[in-house]
DNA sequence: TAGTTTAGATGATTTAAACTCATCTACAAG
DNA sequence: CTTGTAGATGAGTTTAAATCATCTAAACTA
């Protein structure tokens, strides 16, 4: 590439360019942020440069030489398509697009995105729910799986679970009386479930008096007992934020790990430098 | 157009987009004429405006992100359609492209074209015959025609006819002796045939004793005169260098104009300096 | 393994392109 | 006829682009 035409100026083919799709040298100066004389000498230098008249000029008014009209129409076509890679890379450097589920976004990222947002001024997040594989470039998934799916490295957050309670409430005798204890099933059938059985034996119950009521997403779990001062059975991550307010308290239980885990699909393929300052919040956030 | 990406360096594009391709600092400065330094400084102040990382850098090796790879891509579709588009312009403004019939070519455009270049030392000639409209935008198309046909600003030249001889014979008698004239039949059968008639009754001649031996070129006239001392009926114009270097001669008769005449279709569509100057000097030429 | 070569990084300095300012022309508008 | 305005041009200023000098670290070679 670039014969002949590698000293060519491109800020003058810009001119150009501006000056050609709108007919005139003042529009194009108020366009690139320029004067009119800026424009003027640079078509002039272009006309040299290229031995060739891209304008004629009538009076005050200009119009396009027919070979002016073919190098507009080629300078055209080739700036936009680098002006639109351009506004895409940029709208991905200076925002960060966020996909989770609706429990993750709600107990973890549209509480801390303030903070976030706080401490990167530059930066502006944006929090989407769903599933789907969303095939724009720049959307960062979390998703929420089975740690033996997923990469080592594209884990953020091995998830633990206990069970929490309302501010508050009595610790509960968990040998003596009937005790209601929320917790989820998994709509997506394929991931393991909440690792109860294991929590019960690592805290020495038979767990034979405890009732379960399940819903399908730990959102409505850890809502429910807030609202009915109840017990629920949930990850450490999403109920971090509630303890820390005092929203909801933990007993003398101990946690347990599972296997399921928050993790971002080809974590690495995330480049842009807000995207990494994300991931890098993220994972520091979740897991000090 | 150029919204957030007005500030962003076309030069760095440029640098950036070559060293994507190449895969090379080193190569990017050699192809673009520059210190491997300059292609530095553009890629990292690119990468600091973007906020977004174009390269891996893996010791002295380099190799693009994905977002590099997706700029890169945009990058080289806009510049290669630039730089074709310049080329082309280019090419044009440095050179003359004519295309006319073989006897203006042998007689008039080959015998001058030194003459042209050394008055036009930036611009070469190159001539080609024949007669099919020729898409490309830049070639110059000299026609021979009935010039009511031909637009009047496109005439570079109305055609006058006379009888002409081999330098040094004997002026014909023209009233006593059978005489042979060359002369031509032109293969185009549209056009207006030489203007023989009005040349006898101009030049008080009944034509009784004149056998025409026709070709389907002036040229073939012109060369048969030449080679077996006899007369040819042409035209002025291509007659006219040969008057000068003592190959032919002109009698007492007198010249007839015709409505025949060389001319340029869209002759003022033909805008680079290059062309404007040839056709200004074959003008010029043809007619003082 | 040690020495040499080489591609890219970085800061300082120099150079040249890009830009504005001041003034002008000539056409359009009132 | 007067005023307004878009483009042209030369001179001076500013800033982007380039080079220079030096460095690092990896690749290559003997």
Same mark, same amino acid.
């Given at each position: 590439? /670039?014969? =002949?035409?590698?000293?060519? *100026?491109?800020?003058?083919?810009?001119?150009?360019? *501006?000056?050609?799709?709108?007919?005139?040298?003042?529009?194009?100066? &108020?366009?690139? #942020?320029?004067?009119?004389?800026?424009?003027?000498?640079?078509?002039?230098?272009?006309?040299? +440069?290229?031995?060739?008249?891209?304008?004629? +000029?009538?009076? +005050?008014?200009?119009?396009?030489?027919?070979?002016?009209?073919?190098?507009?129409?080629?300078?055209?076509?080739?700036?936009?398509?680098?002006? #639109?890679?351009?506004?895409?890379?940029?709208? @991905?450097?200076?925002?960060? +697009?966020?996909?989770?589920? #609706?429990?993750? @976004?709600?107990?973890?990222?549209?509480?801390?995105?303030?903070?976030? &947002?706080? @401490?990167?001024?530059?930066?502006?997040?944006?929090?989407?729910?769903?599933?789907?594989?969303?095939?724009?470039?720049?959307?960062?998934?979390?998703?929420?799986?089975?740690?033996?799916?997923?990469?080592?490295?594209?884990?953020?957050?091995?998830?633990?679970?206990?069970?929490?309670?309302?501010?508050?409430?009595?610790?509960?005798?968990? #040998?003596?009386?009937?005790?209601?204890?929320?917790?989820?099933?998994?709509?997506?059938?394929?991931?393991?479930?909440?690792?109860?059985?294991? /929590?019960?034996?690592?805290?020495? =119950?038979?767990?034979?008096?405890?009732?379960?009521?399940?819903?399908?997403?730990?959102?409505?779990?850890?809502?429910?007992?807030?609202?009915?001062?109840?017990?629920?059975?949930? *990850?450490?991550? =999403?109920?971090?934020?509630?303890?820390?307010?005092?929203?909801?308290?933990?007993? &003398?239980?101990?946690?347990?790990?599972?296997?399921?885990?928050?993790?971002?699909?080809?974590?690495?393929?995330?480049?842009?430098?807000? @995207?990494?300052?994300?991931?890098? /919040?993220?994972?520091?956030?979740?897991?000090?």
């Amino acid at each position: 590439m /670039w014969g =002949l035409s590698l000293q060519v *100026s491109l800020q003058a083919l810009k001119a150009f360019e *501006s000056a050609a799709r709108q007919g005139s040298f003042k529009l194009a100066a &108020e366009e690139l #942020s320029l004067t009119p004389t800026a424009i003027s000498h640079h078509i002039s230098n272009l006309e040299s +440069r290229l031995n060739v008249n891209l304008f004629h +000029r009538l009076g +005050r008014r200009i119009s396009l030489t027919g070979t002016g009209i073919r190098l507009a129409k080629a300078t055209s076509d080739g700036f936009r398509k680098i002006d #639109s890679a351009l506004e895409e890379v940029m709208k @991905a450097g200076s925002s960060v +697009r966020v996909t989770t589920t #609706s429990s993750f @976004a709600a107990m973890v990222l549209i509480p801390s995105q303030h903070e976030f &947002e706080q @401490a990167n001024p530059d930066i502006s997040m944006e929090i989407s729910t769903g599933e789907s594989v969303d095939s724009q470039s720049y959307i960062i998934p979390i998703r929420f799986g089975d740690v033996s799916v997923a990469e080592d490295a594209d884990v953020i957050k091995s998830e633990s679970f206990n069970v929490f309670g309302t501010y508050g409430m009595a610790p509960p005798s968990w #040998s003596n009386e009937p005790i209601t204890l929320f917790t989820t099933e998994w709509k997506n059938q394929s991931l393991p479930a909440p690792p109860l059985a294991a /929590w019960l034996e690592k805290n020495g =119950l038979d767990g034979s008096n405890i009732k379960l009521k399940k819903f399908d997403q730990e959102l409505f779990g850890i809502q429910q007992a807030m609202t009915e001062n109840g017990l629920v059975f949930c *990850s450490t991550t =999403l109920s971090k934020r509630l303890l820390k307010s005092n929203l909801l308290q933990q007993f &003398e239980t101990r946690s347990v790990k599972s296997d399921l885990c928050y993790y971002v699909p080809n974590k690495h393929s995330f480049e842009t430098r807000s @995207a990494i300052r994300f991931l890098n /919040w993220i994972e520091y956030m979740l897991n000090q």
